[in-house]
């Protein structure tokens, strides 16, 4: 009576995880449950097939293998190649520049920011010196102007010709000479570059008649100027001789964060020759401040002066360095004014007082911009050090609109007015020829605004003028027309079929239409062994065996307390303790298992496909489903209690009996009654099912012959041995389902 409950159990559990053929036998019903996970994959797929054909057939076979994390990383893999190709331009250093950060307008036209921001802040300006490269420092060969300084070092081209002629390639000395044919060396340092030729000439002509000549400056001096102070870089920098103090701070890395922008100085024999304000250049591009070095001199960067931070609602918001600047209305001019977009209401200004507090100050916002900011009395209000000035931006959502949306050509925000209709708005937005005119909706906002209420259209209606469903619009209605178009219903074929790929189905078609469309199966397809997988049918399988492990796990835990109870020896206690820790082990690999659950669908077919078409073999086809063919495989698998477990070469004929004495028979551990076999269309044979022994029936390439393990028993467990019978049955069932059907 136990061993036929026990089988019943095994058999029930078997048929669960197989999946009857019985289920095709009508058409399935439709689930109303959307299959997010089905639809991420066809939209992935088509989305791959359309530019890259080769990734979509990997993402694919990846996907009917079951190798969830492999078909992620080809679609991650694909969208990385597609957005480098869509936002990076190589730079000339073949580097790929970070994607540009979103700009405080560009946030604030989008509506991605209604609020104002102070973690976005930055000190104004300091980013001018975040370049590899410097735009001011010139190159060591470059047009000099007539008062350019001849100076050590410099480089010049003579050309003679004439009464005499030659090119003359002359260097400046240390001692500031050069060298002269025939008329020696000539004191040069000191003299302007358009007074060089002049005196050239002059000394040339005591040796020379009627000589002509010209002078080209060649490669420039080098130089050594010090940068010092609050500066990225600081210390003596070798620059051409003419370099500005611009190119100097370039070369330095520009001022550190800590130093200033606005008083910058130029040092020249222990003195300061000029003080250099960089918001001149920065906000009206003013370089006149800018001045060539001479070498020795040293630009100094002091210590940062007062900051004011300015957030919000402004052209330019940012921590700006206070110079001549003392106001509110100062500060809000040299951020670039405030925006249109800017609340009318108040400027919030917050201040460090006295190293004690933080004190708020509120300052309404006038109708000026510009110089007339500095005439408000209300802008008047002097900064501080450490001051942040924000100016809120205006409420963005619209309250006066009505939105359509779904199957229409312009759907979107439209204005609303009190006369305006349902009618009106959908004359607006245009139905398409996939409108469905039979229902559509319009979703308002309940009297105390925490629900939405439905108030049904009939469109249809409406369109031949029932002013009976021409309803009244509130703003804030939403307006929604619904489609006839289904979403397109994908089927995956792979394997031995003539076309493999993705297919769109239509309503009731089967396997059989499918794979006419296909091509058929090729010469090498073994249809035997194809696998049918249902994503409904691995939902089921997942939560049936879910809820078996569940059922063994309280059937468990109550037979330990019973034998805990009636153990009357330390012999017993210990077989009790040794079966507990087999049966959890047991439990935790089919919790593993669970996921290998794939929904696979056992049929029964032949390479012709009209002796099957439109029977019970013939599935009716849903979105989602997948049907893989292998090329005719050579061999039989042996799992379990054999003594030399695998596969064996396949031999027309042989038996199961065969096949076990192939790999040396029985070990003295195996269940000779519970013998069974997986077929490779994913049919399950055992004693108990099949009409003789097991033993007897014959093969074909692709099945496998399971042997189960014998448990031993013992008086005082027999309950235990039942349970782990049953645990180990069910995890050799699933093990061997996940490697030989996956």
């Given at each position: 009576?136990?061993?036929?409950?026990?089988?019943?159990?095994?058999?029930?559990?078997?048929?669960?995880?197989?999946?009857?053929?019985?289920?095709?036998?009508?058409?399935?019903?439709?689930?109303?449950?959307?299959?997010?996970?089905?639809?991420?994959?066809?939209?992935?797929?088509?989305?791959?097939?359309?530019?890259?054909?080769?990734?979509?057939?990997?993402?694919?076979?990846?996907?009917?293998?079951?190798?969830?994390?492999?078909?992620?990383?080809?679609?991650?893999?694909?969208?990385?190649?597609?957005?480098?190709?869509?936002?990076?331009?190589?730079?000339?250093?073949?580097?790929?520049?970070?994607?540009?950060?979103?700009?405080?307008?560009?946030?604030?036209?989008?509506?991605?920011?209604?609020?104002?921001?102070?973690?976005?802040?930055?000190?104004?300006?300091?980013?001018?010196?975040?370049?590899?490269?410097?735009?001011?420092?010139?190159?060591?060969?470059?047009?000099?102007?007539?008062?350019?300084?001849?100076?050590?070092?410099?480089?010049?081209?003579?050309?003679?010709?004439?009464?005499?002629?030659?090119?003359?390639?002359?260097?400046?000395?240390?001692?500031?000479?050069?060298?002269?044919?025939?008329?020696?060396?000539?004191?040069?340092?000191?003299?302007?570059?358009?007074?060089?030729?002049?005196?050239?000439?002059?000394?040339?002509?005591?040796?020379?008649?009627?000589?002509?000549?010209?002078?080209?400056?060649?490669?420039?001096?080098?130089?050594?100027?010090?940068?010092?102070?609050?500066?990225?870089?600081?210390?003596?920098?070798?620059?051409?001789?003419?370099?500005?103090?611009?190119?100097?701070?370039?070369?330095?890395?520009?001022?550190?964060?800590?130093?200033?922008?606005?008083?910058?100085?130029?040092?020249?024999?222990?003195?300061?020759?000029?003080?250099?304000?960089?918001?001149?250049?920065?906000?009206?591009?003013?370089?006149?401040?800018?001045?060539?070095?001479?070498?020795?001199?040293?630009?100094?960067?002091?210590?940062?002066?007062?900051?004011?931070?300015?957030?919000?609602?402004?052209?330019?918001?940012?921590?700006?360095e206070v110079k001549g600047e003392k106001t509110v209305a100062d500060l809000l001019q040299i951020a670039g004014n405030i925006l249109p977009t800017a609340f009318s209401g108040r400027i919030k200004l917050d201040r460090f007082e006295d190293h004690e507090q933080q004190v708020l100050f509120d300052i309404k916002i006038p109708a000026f911009s510009g110089e007339a900011l500095k005439q408000v009395p209300e802008l008047r209000e002097k900064v501080s050090n450490m001051d942040v000035i924000k100016v809120f931006t205006m409420?963005?959502?619209?309250?006066?609109?009505?939105?359509?949306?779904?199957?229409?050509?312009?759907?979107?925000?439209?204005?609303?007015?009190?006369?305006?209709?349902?009618?009106?708005?959908?004359?607006?937005?245009?139905?398409?020829?996939?409108?469905?005119?039979?229902?559509?909706?319009?979703?308002?906002?309940?009297?105390?605004?925490?629900?939405?209420?439905?108030?049904?259209?009939?469109?249809?209606?409406?369109?031949?003028?029932?002013?009976?469903?021409?309803?009244?619009?509130?703003?804030?209605?939403?307006?929604?027309?619904?489609?006839?178009?289904?979403?397109?219903?994908?089927?995956?074929?792979?394997?031995?079929?003539?076309?493999?790929?993705?297919?769109?189905?239509?309503?009731?078609?089967?396997?059989?239409?499918?794979?006419?469309?296909?091509?058929?199966?090729?010469?090498?397809?073994?249809?035997?062994?194809?696998?049918?997988?249902?994503?409904?049918?691995?939902?089921?399988?997942?939560?049936?065996?879910?809820?078996?492990?569940?059922?063994?796990?309280?059937?468990?835990?109550?037979?330990?307390?019973?034998?805990?109870?009636?153990?009357?020896?330390?012999?017993?206690?210990?077989?009790?303790?040794?079966?507990?820790?087999?049966?959890?082990?047991?439990?935790?690999?089919?919790?593993?298992?669970?996921?290998?659950?794939?929904?696979?669908?056992?049929?029964?077919?032949?390479?012709?496909?009209?002796?099957?078409?439109?029977?019970?073999?013939?599935?009716?086809?849903?979105?989602?489903?997948?049907?893989?063919?292998?090329?005719?495989?050579?061999?039989?698998?042996?799992?379990?209690?054999?003594?030399?477990?695998?596969?064996?070469?396949?031999?027309?004929?042989?038996?199961?009996?065969?096949?076990?004495?192939?790999?040396?028979?029985?070990?003295?551990?195996?269940?000779?009654?519970?013998?069974?076999?997986?077929?490779?269309?994913?049919?399950?044979?055992?004693?108990?099912?099949?009409?003789?022994?097991?033993?007897?029936?014959?093969?074909?390439?692709?099945?496998?012959?399971?042997?189960?393990?014998?448990?031993?028993?013992?008086?005082?467990?027999?309950?235990?041995?039942?349970?782990?019978?049953?645990?180990?049955?069910?995890?050799?069932?699933?093990?061997?389902?996940?490697?030989?059907?996956?």
């Amino acid at each position: 009576m136990k061993k036929n409950l026990l089988l019943y159990l095994f058999v029930v559990l078997a048929i669960t995880l197989l999946s009857p053929r019985a289920t095709f036998s009508q058409q399935a019903p439709q689930s109303n449950k959307p299959q997010s996970m089905q639809d991420m994959i066809s939209s992935a797929y088509q989305d791959m097939q359309k530019s890259d054909p080769q990734s979509a057939q990997a993402f694919m076979n990846a996907v009917q293998k079951g190798d969830v994390s492999g078909a992620k990383k080809i679609y991650k893999d694909f969208q990385d190649k597609q957005a480098s190709q869509l936002t990076t331009v190589p730079t000339a250093t073949g580097q790929q520049p970070a994607p540009p950060q979103a700009s405080s307008l560009e946030e604030l036209l989008s509506g991605k920011s209604t609020e104002v921001q102070t973690e976005k802040l930055v000190q104004f300006g300091y980013d001018l010196f975040n370049k590899p490269t410097s735009p001011f420092t010139p190159p060591a060969t470059i047009p000099v102007g007539p008062d350019y300084m001849i100076g050590p070092g410099d480089q010049f081209t003579l050309t003679l010709w004439g009464t005499t002629e030659g090119i003359f390639t002359l260097q400046v000395t240390n001692e500031g000479n050069i060298t002269l044919p025939k008329v020696g060396v000539v004191a040069v340092a000191g003299l302007r570059f358009g007074q060089l030729e002049k005196t050239l000439r002059r000394h040339l002509a005591a040796y020379y008649r009627d000589v002509n000549l010209s002078v080209a400056m060649g490669n420039l001096r080098t130089m050594t100027v010090y940068v010092v102070g609050q500066v990225q870089n600081p210390g003596s920098y070798p620059v051409p001789s003419l370099t500005t103090v611009y190119g100097a701070l370039f070369a330095a890395g520009g001022p550190a964060k800590t130093g200033t922008m606005r008083n910058i100085q130029v040092l020249r024999n222990g003195k300061v020759i000029r003080t250099i304000d960089l918001y001149d250049f920065l906000m009206r591009g003013d370089r006149s401040q800018d001045m060539k070095l001479q070498s020795e001199d040293t630009v100094f960067v002091p210590l940062i002066g007062p900051v004011v931070g300015v957030a919000g609602a402004v052209s330019r918001p940012a921590i700006y360095e206070v110079k001549g600047e003392k106001t509110v209305a100062d500060l809000l001019q040299i951020a670039g004014n405030i925006l249109p977009t800017a609340f009318s209401g108040r400027i919030k200004l917050d201040r460090f007082e006295d190293h004690e507090q933080q004190v708020l100050f509120d300052i309404k916002i006038p109708a000026f911009s510009g110089e007339a900011l500095k005439q408000v009395p209300e802008l008047r209000e002097k900064v501080s050090n450490m001051d942040v000035i924000k100016v809120f931006t205006m409420y963005s959502d619209v309250w006066e609109t009505v939105n359509l949306g779904g199957a229409v050509k312009y759907p979107g925000e439209y204005q609303w007015h009190p006369d305006i209709r349902v009618k009106d708005v959908i004359q607006l937005g245009q139905l398409l020829p996939t409108s469905d005119l039979r229902a559509g909706e319009v979703l308002r906002m309940s009297e105390d605004f925490r629900s939405r209420v439905v108030l049904p259209v009939d469109i249809e209606a409406l369109m031949k003028g029932d002013e009976s469903q021409n309803i009244k619009l509130q703003p804030k209605d939403l307006v929604r027309v619904y489609t006839k178009l289904r979403k397109p219903e994908l089927v995956a074929l792979s394997g031995e079929v003539m076309r493999p790929g993705m297919f769109e189905i239509t309503q009731g078609e089967r396997l059989s239409d499918l794979l006419r469309r296909a091509g058929g199966f090729t010469p090498n397809a073994y249809p035997y062994g194809a696998v049918f997988k249902r994503p409904e049918i691995k939902t089921f399988q997942a939560n049936q065996l879910n809820a078996f492990v569940v059922s063994m796990q309280t059937r468990l835990l109550q037979q330990t307390a019973e034998e805990q109870a009636a153990a009357i020896s330390t012999e017993e206690a210990g077989l009790q303790k040794a079966n507990m820790m087999v049966s959890q082990q047991l439990l935790a690999n089919l919790k593993a298992q669970q996921e290998l659950a794939q929904g696979r669908v056992a049929l029964n077919i032949t390479q012709n496909i009209d002796s099957w078409a439109g029977t019970k073999e013939d599935p009716i086809l849903q979105d989602g489903d997948s049907f893989s063919v292998p090329k005719a495989p050579q061999e039989v698998s042996v799992i379990g209690e054999v003594y030399n477990p695998g596969a064996v070469t396949y031999m027309d004929g042989m038996s199961v009996k065969d096949y076990i004495a192939l790999t040396g028979g029985f070990t003295k551990y195996s269940n000779k009654d519970d013998i069974f076999v997986l077929q490779a269309n994913g049919f399950a044979v055992s004693n108990e099912s099949s009409h003789g022994s097991v033993e007897n029936i014959k093969l074909k390439p692709g099945d496998a012959i399971m042997v189960p393990q014998e448990v031993e028993r013992h008086a005082v467990m027999r309950n235990f041995k039942d349970i782990i019978d049953i645990l180990f049955k069910t995890a050799v069932i699933v093990a061997t389902l996940a490697v030989l059907h996956l």
